[in-house]
């Protein structure tokens, strides 16, 4: 118990002095200052790529290839959750990202945009992601990692957090991407995006921005420059691949009948947020 408290103590220590950070650092700042937020491995890089290929296009119009993750990760660089405060490339948008719920700090932004996908399919993708490491789920306490292994158990045990971090931040978003919708129809959904964001709107580098920013190329780019890990640690940690398949519905061939019942029956607005995607 007394265990807990310090963390809870040095926790809100850590959130207090950097939302004070952030907020000095704002003061001063006349650029629309953006936040991108959701859960792990719900599409977020994915979004991101589309928003700066397309800030790319407009200053390099004949630029054929997406930006590489390592471009990306230094034009969008700033974290809210770890408080950095580095000023934004000319030509480039003023945008933090976080995967942390701190809703004192998500004030401090002038638009907020929320992406979530479906928790099946975010929580195999993540289970993924935290396997693939030297020490598989090290961000978990060390007497629960050997159950992790476990996909079932892995989606059983985050399902809870997942729904919090939704219910939680729907209320707080000015826009929201639902990734269901954004792969269906990734056009429509994209220019939604451009015009909450009141950006220069180009028909013809809105469609190369969709073309070069595909899982597809994006895997082949990841490939070729040797940047698989993607947003992933750089110094051989990570053994994995970043960038997935991005399909939905993956969770049929991965969990077990009663997973995804439990599931279903854990959070009822499954099938009316992301429909199409259960039998």
């Known amino acids: 118990m007394q265990f807990k408290m310090i963390n809870w103590i040095k926790d809100k220590y850590y959130w207090v002095n950097n939302h004070q950070t952030l907020k000095k650092f704002f003061n001063n700042r006349k650029e629309l200052k953006i936040l991108l937020f959701g859960y792990p491995k719900s599409g977020n890089t994915w979004t991101r790529f589309l928003i700066y290929n397309y800030r790319n296009l407009l200053l390099h119009p004949d630029e054929e290839q997406t930006v590489s993750y390592d471009r990306l990760n230094a034009l969008q660089n700033n974290i809210m959750d770890r408080g950095t405060t580095f000023l934004p490339e000319n030509g ?14 998500y004030n401090l932004f002038d638009k907020r945009i929320f992406i979530h996908r479906n ?4 929580l195999i993708s993540s289970y993924y992601f935290y396997k693939n490491r030297k020490v598989p789920f090290l961000d978990d306490s060390q007497n ?7 996909i079932d158990f892995y989606v059983l045990y985050k399902i809870n957090s997942w729904i919090n971090f939704y219910n939680t ?3 707080h978003a000015d826009f929201v ?10 056009e429509a959904v ?11 709107f180009d028909v013809k580098l809105m469609k190369k921005t969709i073309d070069i920013s595909s899982f597809k190329k994006i895997k082949k780019m990841g490939a070729k420059k040797n940047q698989m890990y ?6 051989g940690s990570f053994n994995g691949e970043f960038t997935r398949s991005g399909e939905e519905s993956q969770f049929y061939h991965e969990l077990q009948e009663e997973t995804i019942d439990f599931v279903l029956n854990k959070f009822p607005d499954f099938k ?5 995607l259960i039998d």
């Not at 993607?230 to 110094?235: F, I, R």
């Not at 009316?272 to 199409?276: D, L, R, T, V």
Request: glycine share 4%; proline share 7%; net charge positive.
């Open 92 to 105: 480039f948008p003023f945008i933090y990202r976080t995967h942390k719920i701190y809703k004192k700090s």
């Open 169 to 171: 931040s729907i209320k």
């Open 119 to 122: 928790p099946l399919d975010t």
């Open 230 to 235: 993607g947003n992933g640690p750089k110094d």
């Open 272 to 276: 009316k947020i992301y429909p199409n």
């Open 190 to 200: 994209f220019i939604k995006l451009l015009e909450f964001l009141d950006w220069d």
């Open 177 to 186: 991407i639902n990734y269901t919708e954004i792969k269906q129809d990734t």
């Open 144 to 150: 629960i990692r050997e159950k992790l292994h476990d």
